[in-house]
């Protein structure tokens, strides 16, 4: 992790509780790394923060909102 001031990780977690999800994913880690890396946990799938703003997201995928506008956007987000 050199030259990196902080990393962002986001993964799923599908239901399960975000501190046990992030331990996990901790354990993965080199011993220097905890530190300086943020884990977002959301609750179903990272899809769902991505598109959260779905008129900026579907700006830069080039389709339309909407599509992305559902209660669950994994697979309108893949397709894009």
């Known amino acids: 992790m050199k030259g990196v ?3 962002v990780f ?3 977690g599908n239901g399960a509780d975000w501190r046990d999800v992030q ?3 901790r354990k993965k880690l080199p011993p220097e790394g905890p530190a ?12 769902c923060w991505l598109c959260a703003n779905a008129e900026w997201l579907a700006s830069r ?3 339309v909102a909407d599509d ?3 209660a669950d956007p994994k697979r309108p987000f893949a397709r894009a």
């Open 5 to 7: 001031d902080a990393a």
């Open 23 to 25: 331990v996990r994913e």
């Open 36 to 47: 300086r890396i943020v884990y977002g946990v959301p609750d179903r799938n990272v899809e």
């Open 10 to 12: 986001l993964t799923d």
């Open 68 to 70: 992305l506008r559902t």
């Open 61 to 63: 995928l080039g389709v």
